[in-house]
Protein backbone atom coordinates (compact mmCIF):
# COMPACT_ATOMS: atom_id res chain seq x y z
CA UNK A 1 0.00 0.00 0.00
CA UNK A 2 2.48 2.58 1.26
CA UNK A 3 4.82 3.53 -1.61
CA UNK A 4 7.80 6.00 -1.23
CA UNK A 5 9.06 6.91 -4.60
CA UNK A 6 13.05 8.45 -4.84
CA UNK A 7 14.74 10.33 -7.07
CA UNK A 8 17.22 13.51 -7.77
CA UNK A 9 20.51 11.46 -7.07
CA UNK A 10 23.84 11.20 -9.45
CA UNK A 11 27.38 12.19 -9.33
CA UNK A 12 28.34 15.53 -8.80
CA UNK A 13 31.27 17.31 -8.00
CA UNK A 14 32.85 18.64 -4.34
CA UNK A 15 30.75 21.77 -4.04
CA UNK A 16 28.35 21.50 -6.22
CA UNK A 17 24.46 20.67 -5.37
CA UNK A 18 21.32 18.38 -5.31
CA UNK A 19 18.01 17.66 -4.78
CA UNK A 20 16.59 15.00 -3.90
CA UNK A 21 12.59 14.06 -3.93
CA UNK A 22 10.69 11.40 -2.23
CA UNK A 23 6.53 11.19 -3.37
CA UNK A 24 4.56 9.05 -0.95
CA UNK A 25 1.46 7.41 -1.31
CA UNK A 26 -1.16 5.00 0.32
CA UNK A 27 -0.76 6.77 3.61
CA UNK A 28 -2.05 10.54 5.18
CA UNK A 29 1.18 12.66 4.35
CA UNK A 30 0.05 15.99 5.70
CA UNK A 31 0.00 14.67 9.34
CA UNK A 32 3.30 12.28 9.03
CA UNK A 33 7.18 12.79 10.02
CA UNK A 34 9.23 12.16 6.77
CA UNK A 35 12.75 12.12 6.77
CA UNK A 36 16.14 11.50 5.04
CA UNK A 37 18.68 9.00 6.03
CA UNK A 38 22.18 7.84 4.32
CA UNK A 39 24.37 5.05 4.34
CA UNK A 40 27.42 5.33 3.46
CA UNK A 41 30.02 2.40 1.98
CA UNK A 42 30.69 0.16 5.21
CA UNK A 43 28.78 2.72 7.86
CA UNK A 44 25.68 2.13 9.50
CA UNK A 45 22.21 4.02 8.23
CA UNK A 46 22.38 7.62 9.83
CA UNK A 47 19.66 10.18 10.39
CA UNK A 48 20.07 13.03 7.94
CA UNK A 49 16.79 15.61 8.36
CA UNK A 50 13.48 15.14 9.43
CA UNK A 51 10.34 17.44 9.21
CA UNK A 52 7.27 17.24 11.21
CA UNK A 53 4.13 17.55 10.33
CA UNK A 54 3.84 20.99 11.60
CA UNK A 55 7.37 21.79 9.82
CA UNK A 56 9.62 21.34 12.60
CA UNK A 57 12.95 20.39 11.46
CA UNK A 58 16.14 18.02 12.60
CA UNK A 59 19.64 18.17 11.28
CA UNK A 60 22.55 15.83 11.73
CA UNK A 61 25.25 17.92 12.61
CA UNK A 62 27.30 17.19 9.81
CA UNK A 63 24.81 18.40 7.72
CA UNK A 64 23.50 21.20 9.29
CA UNK A 65 23.99 24.65 7.46
CA UNK A 66 24.28 22.58 4.31
CA UNK A 67 20.95 20.85 3.66
CA UNK A 68 17.68 22.16 3.73
CA UNK A 69 14.92 19.71 4.25
CA UNK A 70 10.87 20.86 3.08
CA UNK A 71 7.75 19.08 2.23
CA UNK A 72 4.59 19.64 -0.26
CA UNK A 73 1.61 18.62 0.96
CA UNK A 74 -0.12 19.52 -2.03
CA UNK A 75 1.82 17.08 -3.75
CA UNK A 76 2.73 14.48 -1.02
CA UNK A 77 6.63 15.04 -1.30
CA UNK A 78 9.39 15.89 0.47
CA UNK A 79 12.47 17.15 -0.55
CA UNK A 80 16.32 17.62 0.46
CA UNK A 81 18.37 20.33 -1.06
CA UNK A 82 22.16 19.61 -0.57
CA UNK A 83 24.56 22.29 -1.22
CA UNK A 84 28.39 22.20 -0.74
CA UNK A 85 28.76 19.10 -1.26
CA UNK A 86 31.60 17.14 0.05
CA UNK A 87 33.14 13.45 -0.66
CA UNK A 88 31.94 12.46 2.65
CA UNK A 89 28.14 13.08 2.43
CA UNK A 90 28.48 9.53 -0.71
CA UNK A 91 25.82 7.26 0.54
CA UNK A 92 22.73 6.15 -0.55
CA UNK A 93 20.11 8.34 0.95
CA UNK A 94 16.61 6.98 2.03
CA UNK A 95 13.45 8.16 2.39
CA UNK A 96 11.52 7.69 5.50
CA UNK A 97 7.65 7.93 6.69
CA UNK A 98 6.20 7.52 9.99
CA UNK A 99 2.84 8.30 9.57
CA UNK A 100 1.96 6.88 12.97
CA UNK A 101 4.46 6.62 16.23
CA UNK A 102 4.45 2.68 15.63
CA UNK A 103 4.57 2.49 12.02
CA UNK A 104 7.57 3.31 9.62
CA UNK A 105 8.47 2.52 5.90
CA UNK A 106 11.11 3.25 3.62
CA UNK A 107 12.30 4.02 0.00
CA UNK A 108 14.11 2.10 -2.26
CA UNK A 109 17.43 4.69 -1.67
CA UNK A 110 18.87 6.50 -4.18
CA UNK A 111 22.55 6.59 -4.51
CA UNK A 112 24.50 10.07 -4.25
CA UNK A 113 27.91 10.29 -5.10
CA UNK A 114 29.86 13.47 -4.53
CA UNK A 115 33.60 13.14 -6.45
CA UNK A 116 36.46 14.60 -8.54
Known amino acids: QVQLVESGGGLVQPGGSLRLSCAAS????????MGWYRQAPGAQRELVAT???????NYANSVKGRFTISRDNARNTVYLQMNSLKPEDTAVYYC??????????WGQGTQVTVSS
Open 96 to 105: NARPTTVRSY
Open 51 to 57: ITSVRNT
Open 26 to 33: GMIFSTST
